[in-house]
């Protein structure tokens, strides 16, 4: 049985939720600068209606999935999640504050390197950003590998050393360093359930 589908129109001929693709086509089809998205719950649907469509154009829905969970992520947080071309590629990484979405940082793109290393370097980033920031909250991210080597204190990576990538290896001996002087809480670094949550807000989209 096909999945029950909500659209969103903000900008069409009529305004409003549809129930479906024909109603929500019959306002947006022709209609020049229509704005319109598909929700898979009644519920994100009418949040996202009450906000506005540049929260999100170009985001998949499923980034609002964690405000209607039964046991949602840990408010205020951070989300932290990397992105690369290839392996070894192009990568870069980035952290979001849960709750407004804002972007708080973002490093890269760094030549030939790999998506773990990214992850790993977007915790650590994190972790010392909130030193700087005299904050204590929870960082979430959807590698179990980074958090891993985070935990550990080591990014275990089997990346060829090149020069090009020389300063990525320059940050990952210095997020060690940090690492080796300091303790980690038991919830300082957390795992974000994707399934229950939808995709990490700090995503890239380009899955």
């Known amino acids: 049985m096909k999945k029950q589908k909500f659209y969103v129109v903000w900008k069409g001929r009529k305004r409003g939720i549809f129930t ?26 009418e949040r996202a209606f009450a906000a506005s469509y540049k929260d999100y154009k170009g985001k998949p829905a499923s980034t609002q999935k964690w405000l209607f ?65 005299e904050r204590q909250i929870s960082i979430y991210s959807d590698s179990e590998n980074a958090i891993a080597w985070v935990m550990t204190g080591q990014c275990k990576t089997k990346l060829k050393r090149m020069d090009s990538n020389r300063p990525l290896f320059i940050l990952i001996h210095s997020a060690e360093n940090w690492l080796a002087e300091n303790e980690l809480d038991d919830d300082s670094v957390l795992k974000w359930d994707t399934q229950a949550w939808g995709e990490n807000p700090a995503d890239f989209g380009r899955k």
């Open 69 to 133: 969970a039964p046991n949602p992520p840990i408010i205020p947080s951070l989300c932290v999640d990397a992105a690369c071309s290839g392996s070894p590629g192009k990568v870069e990484y980035r952290g979001v504050d849960l709750e407004s979405k804002r972007q708080i940082f973002h490093a890269g793109p760094f030549a030939d390197g790999t998506n773990n290393v990214g992850e790993f370097l977007a915790i650590v980033h994190a972790l010392t950003w909130l030193e700087k920031q």
């Open 20 to 45: 479906s693709w024909p109603q929500c086509e019959a306002q947006v089809k022709g209609f020049v600068g229509a704005q319109f998205k598909a929700f898979d719950s009644r519920q994100e649907a």
